[in-house]
């Protein structure tokens, strides 16, 4: 059973699975309820165009409506998180939850062997253990997004598309005749769609303005709730050309929720911004059990596209960790994920909850202040 989007990439992905002699079939997620609000989610075009996929590859097409379970298991975290000032990242919970727990069931009850998506990431199967490994593509490789999968949920997956480039996964499409071939890929998430983040979160949070300030407590500003913020965040501050600042753009740098202030620095490579430790909790290894005992050496990606960055798990129990990367990193996230590797093989990973600032340390090259 093929998870089909309406997208170039899952419907490349049954294509490669006819090619192979597999018996395959298709099912429409629709994950969110549209509201009055101009249609967020276009889930009615997608459905078209899965629709015209299927019929193209001659394949049955299934929907099915996982809005109440997207809501429990999804929306409502994402919203827990940003009320406690973290920053989430619900693409993880709903690979998680909903396309490899829900979909997965669903697909069970129909008749599936397995599932399928059009995720660029690479599954490799033994009798003992399936292994989560990097995509061919690396600008498009999503394992940072799969790490919570379980041994369960990878035993039972396929990820046709891990070794082609999306260069060549539109190339096949062109020459199948596919109407979704040019496609634009769908980006950011799905409940908040066209909107502006802000406005979106307006709608769920209540507004708790407070001071905006530099570590040295000059008041530069208000903010309109420290929720609508993110560490490195640029954009939307509204402190622009302030006087005897200088031209140097300004940065989120910290939240203090004691004194409600929202900590700002100027330039992309103030200290402040970066981190060499992070806390971590929720840790998740894919085979069950952790690789080895600590200090763990590995790599790290802390989002999507970053290159793998060397560091050492200095510590860790079920739930908690503590990672020291070799070099600072920039806008180490609370909420956000801590994704681990070794080689290709990801490991698994865990939610950050807090990253230690070290003024002194000396930024990677790249980072230095002019």
């Known amino acids: 059973m093929v998870g089909l989007s309406g997208g170039v990439d899952s419907a490349v992905a049954a294509h490669l699975l006819l090619q192979q002699g597999c018996r395959v079939e298709a099912l429409f997620m629709k994950n969110w309820e ?90 490799r199967h033994h009798p003992h253990a399936s292994h989560l490994a990097l995509a061919a593509d690396a600008n498009k490789d999503q394992t940072y997004f799969l790490y919570r999968l379980t041994q369960m949920q990878l035993a039972r997956a396929h990820f046709p598309l891990a070794d082609l480039t999306k260069a060549e996964v539109r190339a096949i499409a062109r020459t199948l005749g596919l109407g979704n071939a040019a496609k634009k890929d769908s980006t950011g998430i799905c409940f908040i769609g066209e909107q502006r983040f802000g406005s979106f979160l307006a709608r769920w949070l209540p507004a708790d303005p407070g001071p905006i300030i530099t570590p040295s407590g000059q008041v530069l500003g208000q903010h309109r709730g420290l929720a609508w913020h993110t560490i490195g965040q640029r954009q939307g501050l509204g402190i622009g050309g302030v006087a005897g600042g200088g031209d140097a753009p300004w940065y989120v740098a910290a939240k203090d929720p004691a004194r409600n202030a929202l900590i700002v620095v100027q330039g992309d490579r103030h200290p402040l911004l970066y981190a060499q430790t992070l806390d971590g909790e929720q840790l998740h290894w894919i085979s069950g059990t952790p690789p080895a005992a600590a200090p763990l050496r590995m790599q790290c990606r802390l989002r999507h596209r970053q290159p793998l960055q060397w560091a050492t798990l200095v510590e860790y129990d079920s739930e908690r960790c503590q990672v020291q990367f070799d070099q600072p990193q920039r806008a180490v996230t609370p909420g956000q994920s801590a994704v681990f590797y070794q080689g290709a093989d990801c490991l698994g990973g865990c939610i950050i909850t807090a990253a230690r600032s070290h003024p002194a340390a000396p930024l990677p090259p790249s980072a230095r202040r002019p």
């Open 34 to 123: 549209e509201d009055d609000h101009a249609g967020y989610c276009a889930a009615a075009a997608d459905l078209a165009d899965a629709r015209a996929v299927a019929d193209r590859l001659g394949i049955r097409l299934h929907t099915v409506n996982f809005a109440t379970e997207y809501w429990d298991r999804v929306f409502a975290q994402f919203l827990a998180e940003y009320r406690a000032l973290r920053t989430p990242n619900p693409d993880v919970l709903c690979n998680s939850e909903i396309k490899f727990r829900a979909f997965l069931e669903h697909a069970q009850t129909l008749g599936a062997a397995a599932i399928a998506t059009g995720h660029y990431a690479r599954v």
